[in-house]
């Protein structure tokens, strides 16, 4: 089982910055990718930007240059920098694990993602 909590949500002005924070914990040994994934309201969940871990990282098209994903082996912790935020970015965003095989196919889906957090809201306005 992998735990996973989010932080550091908020509401900030559009053109502002919000840093994320998941702590994972539990047994983290079978991880394969971790991520965030955003949802807004009457949307599909989707995928800002995803680690293999030890390896890539890839960014959904929207967050590309404005995003930044970083992960840290050590604390078995992510980050999600956001920079340049837009009033489109407010969702509600979760951090994510797999410990499925996940291919290049479906790293971004969110059905390849077995353990979930509970989800931290970001609100951007204009």
């Known amino acids: 089982q992998v735990k996973l909590v989010e932080s550091g949500g908020g509401a900030v002005q559009a053109g502002g910055s919000l840093r994320l924070s998941c702590a994972a914990s539990?047994?983290?040994?079978?991880?394969?990718?971790m991520g965030w994934f955003r949802q807004a309201p009457g949307m599909e969940r989707e995928g800002v930007g995803v680690?293999?871990?030890?390896?890539?990282?890839y960014y959904g098209d929207s967050v590309k240059g404005r995003f930044t994903i970083s992960h840290d082996n050590a604390r078995n912790a992510l980050y999600l920098q956001m920079n340049s935020l837009k009033p489109e970015d407010t969702a509600m965003y979760y951090c994510?694990?797999?410990?499925?095989?996940?291919?290049?196919?479906?790293?971004?889906?969110?059905?390849?993602?077995?353990?979930w957090g509970q989800g931290t809201q970001v609100t951007v306005s204009s």
């Open positions: 539990g047994d983290t040994s079978g991880t394969s990718y």
């Open positions: 680690i293999y871990i030890g390896g890539m990282i």
């Open positions: 994510a694990a797999s410990t499925n095989a996940v291919s290049a196919y479906g790293r971004m889906s969110p059905r390849r993602y077995n353990y």
